[in-house]
DNA sequence: TACACCATGTAAAATGTTACATGATTAG
DNA sequence: CTAATCATGTAACATTTTACATGGTGTA
């Protein structure tokens, strides 16, 4: 497995818990990783092709003959090393990427809508999702979940809802400033409209 | 200019507050907007040529006949254009990916020391920024740089800057956490070695 | 029967980093 | 003279998304 690409063990990471079938994995990533971790169908099943070609995973083919059922990957010995073996490795971190801050970074003198349009909205989906991140904290303990390390897992979903808050703080902050520039604006407009009437 | 790349019009972007060369380009994107936004020079090249090609730049060759000397840019009225038209559509945001989050997400039971390094690791370097972050937006206001849109740069610094808070006061007690973690693990491997002393 | 969802996969295109090649200019 | 920095660029590789093709299974 060249490279130090994330991909394949974290499928890996998803195996080791339970064997897994792609479209599993798939729904795994979208729902208990979704804060932090995606993966799309173009990267899981090359990757777990992969994996079983390193002899990380075993394929077992489900009922029907001729290989187009449903494919059931579980993780090997040699597996659980190379999975250990990442895991014990620092995390990288991708170098940072927030559009809507370089928006505002290039954005024009005068061009307030656009970006209010944005912040309320990002408003909306970080509350929004602050909502369906302290439900699952909550069920998470006492549900049918039995993920092999929950304490790390609610970890993470701290992070994520750190995160999120301090997103809500800037959203109100910045709006309420946001309002006070549109007033002064406005006014300007205002004044500006004036002079052109009694000139 | 097909597909929704957003790194022409980052491009773009610093070309409007003034002319400039791909060697520029990238100081600016590795200092003024580090905290949200960077290209690597195999980015910006090409991208530098496709906004030629589109007419949304002009280029002028600097001294030295050949074309080997320094390249600066400069936007056109066409690439004012665009450039409007992309700054009003709606900011994409990219699918979280954060590796440090995924580990603990896998990692095992009793696998406590290496997150305990990352994390105290992330907070080292959290607080570092800070403390960058907030020397720069102490600076910006009264100092030689003349930003087009200062107010919008600071809303930009600001998210980062709670961003980071965030991330620390996240690690503080995660950190905490861990520690009790491992004083139990401790606690428990001495009783398991006095037990087998005593058999 | 039709619709939703289960399920696997590929090809192409888009996107991005890294390593390398090349040479000029400037400060000590 | 030498090292650092300025400066442009390309090729190879790595990564990731998107769109498409294909067909099964359960249920109203």
């Given at each position: 497995m060249p490279g130090h690409r994330s991909t394949p063990y974290a499928i890996l990471g998803l195996l080791r818990m339970a064997p897994m079938s792609g479209y599993e994995i798939r729904k795994e990533l979208a729902s208990d990783t979704e804060y932090f971790?995606?993966?799309?169908?173009?990267?899981i099943y090359p990757a777990l092709h992969e994996l079983k070609a390193h002899g990380w995973a075993r394929r077992r083919t489900a009922h029907a003959e001729g290989g187009r059922g449903?494919?059931?990957?579980?993780?090997?010995a040699k597996g659980r090393e190379a999975l250990d073996r990442w895991l014990r490795e620092p995390p990288r971190s991708s170098p940072p990427?927030?559009?809507?801050?370089?928006?505002?970074?290039?954005?024009?003198?005068?061009?307030?809508?656009?970006?209010?349009?944005?912040?309320?909205?990002l408003l909306v989906d970080e509350a929004e999702r602050l909502r369906k991140l302290r439900?699952?904290?909550?069920?998470?303990?006492?549900g049918k979940h039995r993920h092999p390390n929950l304490r790390f897992w609610l970890f993470s979903l701290e992070h994520v809802e750190r995160q999120s808050e301090a997103a809500v703080a800037w959203c109100q902050k910045t709006l309420a400033a946001l309002a006070l520039l549109q007033q002064a604006q406005t006014r300007r407009r205002a004044a500006a409209h004036r002079r052109h009437l009694f000139e």
């Open positions: 971790w995606s993966e799309s169908y173009g990267q449903r494919q059931t990957y579980a993780i090997t990427r927030n559009e809507l801050l370089l928006k505002l970074f290039l954005a024009d003198r005068e061009f307030l809508d656009p970006p209010e349009i944005w912040i309320r909205q439900r699952l904290q909550d069920q998470l303990p006492r």
